[in-house]
């Protein structure tokens, strides 16, 4: 596995938009999946995006819409692309990734890489 290292998030409005960012610092680790989680004190970790190494990408209901995944695999970067934020959205977002396909894609303890996560306050 390796540590991934999420940047981007801080404090936005209402009706405002974020882009977070993972780096995978190994271009030497391929991986066949990423993905986007969040957790809020007192709730349940939610998944919110995944992306496969061929580009199929999975979008939990939250984020349907609002946030897009992309990756710039030159740059072993990962992309959360946050549009209209609601204040529901007020999280630390975390960065994950497998050397394998993760069924299901939400599964968080199927990711074998994370990051430290990076907070993102909506207001």
């Known amino acids: 596995h390796v540590q991934l290292v999420e940047s981007g998030g801080g404090s936005v409005q209402a009706g405002g938009s974020l882009t977070l960012a993972c780096l995978n610092p190994?271009?030497?680790?391929?991986?066949?999946?990423m993905g986007w989680f969040r957790q809020t004190p007192g709730k349940e970790r939610e998944g919110l995006a995944a992306?496969?190494?061929?580009?199929?990408?999975d979008y939990a209901a939250p984020a349907k819409g609002r946030f897009t995944i992309s990756e710039d695999n030159a740059q072993n970067i990962l992309y959360l692309q946050m549009n209209d934020l609601k204040p529901e959205d007020t999280a630390k977002y975390y960065c994950?990734?497998?050397?394998?396909?993760?069924?299901?894609?939400?599964?968080?303890?199927?990711?074998?890489?994370r990051g430290q996560g990076t907070q993102v306050t909506v207001s």
């Open positions: 994950v990734a497998d050397a394998k396909a993760v069924v299901p894609w939400d599964w968080f303890g199927g990711y074998s890489s």
């Open positions: 190994d271009y030497s680790w391929a991986r066949a999946c």
């Open positions: 992306i496969s190494s061929n580009g199929v990408t």
